[in-house]
């Protein structure tokens, strides 16, 4: 008497699901399940850098945190008992970290028409601030986009301004 056993090799993951944005460092993989797999192999670089092996596992997620400004790329394979599969196709992610908002600003409460708007610094990584300004209670329109955190206006005329300042 005989039996007849197959020894089936694992598939690559055809379902890679990785974001393509995020705005605070945190975030999810997952992939589908493969038939005939022990563990999954999940690897990261940054940028362009070298892979580094996040888990290997028979889970088929994993959750990101702490990642700063940069874009990262993710690929995952399939292991069984006769070996690997290949990565799957690298997935990336651009991570952008929202800028806090700017710690105060102030402009003087009376004023000849001349004067400067100050602001402190927002948290995290800014290109540019945004500056609004409102004339006697009317909707708000840009004043200043730029990287200092200050702006002097000349030659106003008399009104009531309101300022608001976002970090970019």
């Known amino acids: ?37 022990s563990t999954y ?15 290997s596992a028979s889970t088929r997620s994993r959750s990101i945190s702490g990642k700063g400004n940069n874009t990262y790329g993710y690929r995952v394979r399939a ?6 599969t290949a990565y799957t196709s690298e997935k990336r992610i651009n991570v952008a970290i929202t800028p806090g908002v700017p710690s105060s600003i102030s402009a003087p409460s009376l004023h000849d028409g001349d004067f400067t708007v100050s602001w402190g610094a927002g948290s995290g990584s800014i290109s540019k601030y945004d500056l609004d300004q409102s004339k006697n209670s009317g909707g708000y329109t840009n004043a ?25």
């Open 1 to 37: 008497s005989s039996a007849t056993v197959a020894a089936v090799p694992a598939s690559v993951p055809a379902s890679f699901s990785v974001p393509t944005t995020d705005n605070n460092g945190a975030f999810s993989v997952s992939w589908g399940s493969v038939s005939n797999t």
């Open 41 to 55: 192999t999940l690897q990261e670089r940054a940028g362009t850098g070298s892979w580094v092996t996040l888990q």
């Open 79 to 84: 292991c069984n008992d006769l070996g690997c």
């Open 144 to 168: 200043y986009d730029g990287t200092v955190s200050s702006k002097t206006f000349t030659n106003l005329g008399a009104g009531s301004y309101v300022y608001r300042v976002r970090a970019c």
